[in-house]
């Protein structure tokens, strides 16, 4: 482990702000204007993602020309549905880390999870260009039967953010089986912080950890990350507002007997090798 990030979680116990922090999901870039100003202060590396919702394929595009990768963040699109052949070779010039085929419904691509039903043959060849380019495909918001049907004909997935149906029951979360078949494939798994998806009552950061700990107990801590999906809901846990707040998993990972390593892997290091490289 570097001395310096050693040092810094050292000082987490001495309640001074130093944890390393990276992201795997959050909305700025769907819900402010370019350039941002503040709104990310205490994020070291992460990826942000454009949500297309009412908007059009080239109303992203037009952001996502603004958007200029500084201080290690990077760019994803979430939900993709009538997306033509040369959008999609515009969107492949963005060099998004990842793709979202569909927000929770049934769209030409695939079956959210508020739907049931296969991957269609749109979201196979969308799927093959993306890969083709090494552009991920997202696992979230699908359905199981097209998150299954992603994972055979993907070569490379991952899952942005999400929670587990084992510590609680949610039509977003994935079962045991799908984060066997993610581990298997080395794909990354974000943990996020929707309170919904946490637990039935108020979330906190405890939850949070609770589903983190769920994957490490399994599968060890190399698969999992956090993505949040700030600014892409309300319903966030009452002490994890933004990121300058992520310090208090620090102290409560350390709590349930989590050593300085681990820590540093889920908070930091898993999605900063994801980008970057080892």
């Not at 060849?125 to 199981?144: F, K, P, S, Y």
């Not at 994935?174 to 979330?203: M, R």
């Not at 709590?255 to 999605?271: C, H, T």
């Amino acid at each position: 482990m570097r001395t310096d990030c050693f040092f810094m979680l050292l000082l987490c116990g001495r309640g001074i702000h130093c944890t390393m922090n990276a992201d795997f999901h959050n909305d700025i870039l769907t819900v402010r204007h370019l350039p941002l100003g503040n709104e990310l202060e205490g994020l070291d590396c992460g990826v942000l993602a454009l949500y297309l919702g009412k908007r059009s394929i080239e109303e992203l595009f037009a952001v996502a020309r603004g958007f200029r990768k500084t201080g290690g963040y990077e760019l994803a699109f979430e939900e993709v549905s009538g997306i033509t052949d040369e959008q999609l070779e515009t969107l492949i010039s963005f060099r998004p880390r990842y793709v979202t085929l569909t927000w929770n419904h049934e769209n030409d691509l695939a079956h959210g999870c508020k739907s049931s039903g296969g991957l269609k043959p749109r979201g196979k060849e969308v799927i093959r260009r993306l890969n083709r380019a090494g552009i991920a495909v997202d696992t979230a918001h699908l359905c199981r039967q097209s998150f299954f049907d992603v994972c055979d004909a993907s070569d490379r997935f991952v899952n942005s953010h999400t929670c587990f149906s084992a510590v609680h029951a949610n039509a977003r979360n994935i079962d045991d089986e799908q984060i066997e078949c993610l581990h298997e494939a080395g794909a990354l798994v974000g943990v996020t912080f929707v309170g919904a998806f946490l637990t039935a009552g108020k979330a906190d950061s405890e939850n949070v950890v609770r589903h983190v700990d769920h994957y490490v107990q399994k599968y060890g801590a190399e698969g999992v990350c956090l993505g949040s999906d700030f600014y892409g809901t309300q319903d966030l846990p009452a002490d994890l507002l933004n990121y300058k707040s992520w310090d208090i998993l620090v102290e409560k990972f350390l709590k349930i007997g989590y050593n300085r390593e681990v820590i540093e892997q889920i908070l930091y290091l898993n999605l900063k090798n994801f980008l970057y490289g080892r």
